[in-house]
């Protein structure tokens, strides 16, 4: 936003004021020199009686000098008595970064004192001030003094004129020569809060004190700023400008009286106090009315606490704390809670009998969720950290979150740790919980704990001054794991379990005419305090036993890598396709896995990946074909736009193509005895969805329910056509299926100031869920059949002047029903802004709502409403 500054100040006084004669005023000539005081004002001045107000001024008390700083004086007419000089004509004096210019100064060069008349400019670079006045008397050395008619700024740079030109041509005698006169660079905020003001007069007590009477402050543009605030008299001291009986006007209109008012006039000061109340309407929570206060509590730390009143629901609480601190060190944690009232509802339940009763039933959705995330650097080589969530139920977050994803998620992560790495040696010790919701409607989750867990890694390193490598990984881990409702326990549940995993490996990587090969052997053990009952899969709900258990598992691979295919086409019918050379590059990939010694794996406590590890004897093989274009000369970088490296500029050659093909073949399709109709324990392991660690890190989709030699081909495509364009699709084909299990289209377009996305998820693979007869031999495997879209088009983004707007919906395409839609605008003038929006939750029962929500911005002062930035498209 530029800076426009008047020379004059909005509110003048109708006469030039009464130059009053102190000790420390310049001496007069001696008669033959012009002087800069006006003597008949100052004699008149002199017989008058003191003025009922004369003593509400303060008089400024001079500071002790720096030791050693030169007076530099410019002018273009010099006239000299003594010490007294009497400078006329683009009149500059340059006291360190402090500088006064003037079409007229009187000086004494003993004292430090002026008289300056005449388009006056004052500027402070250490602080970016900048005082325009039409009269001053001030003492340069001590930067104290008294301005009359005045126009200043904290926190705005000037830039260095053209010709070096002095400032007062630079500024002119009008607002419109600021921006025009032609010896302007321009002007540029130094701070995120500049602070501009204006007054009849101002008493400068200091390099960073001084008072204003009769005057305005604000952050806008002048000389007609959207708001200020005005009163009789402003105190600017330790950073903050402060006021009592303060009138704030929006558009030159008063709107409301404030008792007391601060406003913070450093760079990168905050203040505590009373946020601007939030207001909004929602079908489900009613009218909105909320209020925040904000606590400045360091310079590095803060905390906002609030609350909001739903008409319909009853009292929300919240608080948000940030810390930041040397290098990445920050702590930052939020809490919500709702107080609801509940409300009741119509539910209809049908019995064994098939006989349905409808009841009028109460329901309560309140809640808290509480978050909080930090790290600490402790020297360079340890850290601690922590991102842990609480929720006490999904029903509050679904019903009341104000992000879609976040309301449809059913899973929380919670971890905290410390690590400590040196020289290849690594040790950590961490804790974690999941907690993941299993069936709505009752409320069912599962929680899986790891605490504490110790681990050592030892990093890749030599064996001696062989061409060998080995590394080796220790863990140790006390797990528990519950299943149930808040009312009872309805699934597996065990005790704290400990478990002892090793896993030590032995690689010689060598090259061969291009190819490089990396064989690698390596054993792993793992043991368990406790084991798991053998009993039929779906079926009762498993028994932990007392029994230890011990997996010891060898392991062989080999890693190929092929050498690079390429080719460059820089004539030819491909490139007079193009228009521009391409390279095509072709990066063949093969990987040998096998592993054996997993005979109990139905006895296994399933907790995390460690647990699902299965023999295997199977084969990666893939590709990944690149097309790099060289289209353009190198650029700098639009808004938005990501170059390839940290710190370089856009375009040149680009990676336009990216495609990526991938599958395992199974030479062991019952991975080792495991994918059987019936193992010797009589676990029915066929037609349901299985989770081995072979095909958890290969797709997200358990495609694993029967034997099979080949996995799903896993595809993955990128496509950057241009600058303004980038295409993604990523899928599963299964070939023994002849089914597309999974695919995600993602799509984005940005041109200017236009944008827009589209992306489309598809799912059609095993469910989660299986259903038992109650006999434990037969199983059914339910199909997660998932399709939706979103879309999302807009104009603008959140600074730019004028029109922005923008909308997104979420379709799911099985239901054919909108579950989320949202549209905003905003209008962004000067220093003054206004969004609102709607917003549509289609969530089933719990959640079918239609929020109204709007904002006003103040520039560097608030916002009042409830359309928070983070939630904005645009």
Known sequence: MALVAPAHAQQVTTSAPVVHVSANAPAVGDGTASSGVDRTRADEAAGLPDSPGADLYPVAVPVPEPAGTKVVIESISQKSSGDNLLLEGNVAITYGDYRVEADRIAYNQATGDLEATGHIVVTGSNRSENIQASRATLNIKSETGKFYDVSGSVGVRFATPRNNAP??????????????????????????????????????????????????????????????LSAGHFSVRDGQARASKTVFRLLNVPVFFLPYATHPTGEGQRQSGFMIPVIGNSTLKGIVIGEQIYFAMSRSSELTVGAQYYSRRGWEQSATFRMRGRGLDFIQSHYSGLLDRGFYQNQTTTDASGVTTTKNVYVNQGGEDMTLSGRRDIGEHTRVAANVEYLSSYIYRQAFTDTFNQAVSSDITSYAYGTHARNGYVASLEADRYQGLKIVSTGEQIRIFHAPVLQGEVMERHVANTPFVWSATAQFADLKRTQGT??????????FTGRLDLHPRLSLPFALAGFHFRPTVGVRDTLYQHSRATSPLPGPAPSERATALNRTVTEAEMEVRLPVLERTFNTGAFSKLLGREAKHTIEPELNYRYASGVEDFSRTLRFDDTDVVANKNELEYGFTQRLFLRPTKTRACETGETPPETDASCGGTRETIRWKLLQRHYFDESFGGYLTPTTPNGVLVLNRRNVLDSTLDLSGVAFLTDRRSASPIVSQMKLSATDHVDIEWDMNYDLHANALRQSNVFVDVHQGSFFGGLSHARLYAPGRFTTDTGTGTTATSLISDFSQLRVLLGYGNPTKPGLSIAANAGIDLKLSQVQYATGQFSYNWNCCGFSAEYRKYELGSVRNENAYRFNFSLANIGTAGNLRRAERLF
């Open 167 to 228: 400032m007062s041509s630079v500024l002119g005698s009008t607002a419109g020569d600021l921006m025009s006169g032609p010896n302007v660079r321009g002007t540029v905020y130094t701070t995120s809060n500049p602070f501009l003001f204006t007054g009849r007069m101002v008493v400068k007590n200091g390099p960073a004190e001084f008072d204003i009477y009769d005057g305005t402050v604000t952050t806008c543009q002048l000389p007609r700023p959207d708001w200020q």
């Open 486 to 495: 808040p009312l009872a326990q309805t699934g597996f549940a065990s005790d």
